[in-house]
């Protein structure tokens, strides 16, 4: 009796360029325009009848979860970072901005770590294989366990992000951009889940998580390099090896990888896997949006080195941040020039956002 041939594997591909994710991403969104002879609300309202896949129950999990984390945040500044913070006898303003930052390491800690587990250490091929991210895709497709806890996580904390942007964070000069950003992430989260786009989600959240990791690590040891009125050496060495890796890990992860694996896959492969791909316009616009806002965020980094090389500063800061004593000497002038009162709020070292005054003290 003769044996059945066994199945080959789909090969691995090689990770483009930016030539070919040009040519062949621009290529297939073209095609795919051309094709498209019925695209409009109408069909896009069938398309999300027919595919989508998300009921109540999830949807109330993860506002659940968001409620959750905004209690838990409120609760670890008040009984853990700020007593921490006191003890470490910080200076006033770097121990305001102190428990914002240790959230956000504690989180993206946790979700990154989570991310390298499941693509590092389980069989999923997504990141040695982007194209994979679509193998055997289906509508209404089982979501694997351990994604979809990483789902809910990501999910229920980019929910909780959004009101924390507005009401606990410290107010920066990209706080609109950051907001906006909240919003594409959890769209783009909420909708890969209903579409089952799960695969290439996991990949997209690991590959941005890791900055998030450095750059909140990074701003808290600029916090605490002066603490107790002693200038603290290692803290400042650790700040500036921080940046460095910080600047490079971020084209290396949001400006290489990124593209080069996510959008590649999302413009292109997924067509030659699933040609007739539901909301194919829709996520990529969001991959497109996201990469435009890494791309401005790392006009950012291009200015504080190059303020650095210029000597124009002498340290690691937050270039992101209002500088609080520029906003007190240009209010000092426009008094003396207007004859205007100086806020009571701004001599107590407050944050002005959107022309409120917001406590820097949460």
């Known amino acids: 009796m003769q044996q059945p041939e066994p199945v080959a594997e789909p090969v691995a591909e090689p990770m483009p360029g930016y030539g070919q994710l040009l040519r062949l991403g621009y290529?297939?969104?073209?095609?795919?325009?051309?094709s498209c002879d019925e695209c409009g609300w109408e069909l896009a309202r069938t398309t999300w009848a027919e595919n989508a896949h998300l009921g109540w129950g999830e949807v109330l999990l993860c506002g659940l979860g968001a409620l959750g984390w905004t209690a838990l945040r409120r609760a670890a500044a008040r009984r853990l970072f700020r007593p921490f913070g006191e003890w470490c006898n910080l200076q006033p303003k770097d121990?305001?901005?102190?428990?914002?930052?240790?959230?956000?390491?504690?989180?993206?800690?946790?979700?990154?770590?989570?991310?390298?587990?499941?693509?590092?250490?389980?069989?999923?091929?997504?990141?040695y294989d982007p194209p994979s991210?679509?193998?055997?895709?289906?509508?209404?497709?089982?979501?694997?366990?351990?994604?979809?806890?990483?789902?809910?996580l990501q999910c229920s904390f980019y929910g909780h992000s959004i009101y924390a942007t507005v009401y606990m964070d410290t107010w920066r000069k990209d706080s609109v951009v950051m907001l906006l950003h909240h919003v594409v992430t959890l769209t783009l989260i909420a909708f890969s889940y209903a579409f089952r786009y799960h695969n290439v989600g996991i990949l997209v959240l690991f590959?941005?998580?890791?900055?998030?990791?450095?750059?909140?690590?990074?701003?808290?040891?600029?916090y605490f390099k002066h603490r107790g009125g002693v200038y603290h050496r290692l803290n400042d060495v650790i700040s500036n090896v921080g940046c460095l890796t910080f600047s490079v890990s971020w084209f290396w992860f949001r400006l290489y990888w990124f593209p080069l694996k996510v959008l590649y896959a999302t413009?292109?492969?997924?067509?030659?896997s699933v040609p007739n791909i539901p909301f194919y316009f829709f996520f990529n616009a969001l991959l497109l949006v996201l990469t435009l806002m890494n791309i401005y965020w790392f006009l950012y980094i291009v200015l504080f080195v190059a303020k650095v090389l210029m000597g124009q500063m002498q340290e690691v800061n937050d270039v992101r941040e209002y500088d609080v004593e520029d906003s007190k000497k240009t209010t000092v002038a426009k008094k003396k020039e207007g004859g205007l009162q100086l806020p009571s709020a701004l001599k107590e070292g407050m944050h002005l956002k959107n022309g409120l005054v917001k406590d820097k003290r949460l």
């Open 27 to 34: 290529g297939s969104l073209a095609a795919a325009v051309r």
């Open 95 to 127: 121990a305001a901005k102190m428990p914002e930052s240790a959230w956000k390491l504690l989180f993206y800690t946790l979700s990154w770590s989570y991310g390298i587990y499941l693509l590092f250490f389980t069989d999923y091929p997504f990141f």
């Open 133 to 152: 991210v679509f193998y055997g895709w289906k509508k209404g497709m089982d979501v694997p366990t351990d994604i979809a806890i990483a789902y809910l």
């Open 207 to 222: 590959l941005h998580d890791v900055n998030d990791v450095q750059l909140e690590f990074t701003k808290l040891n600029v």
């Open 267 to 272: 413009c292109h492969s997924s067509l030659q």
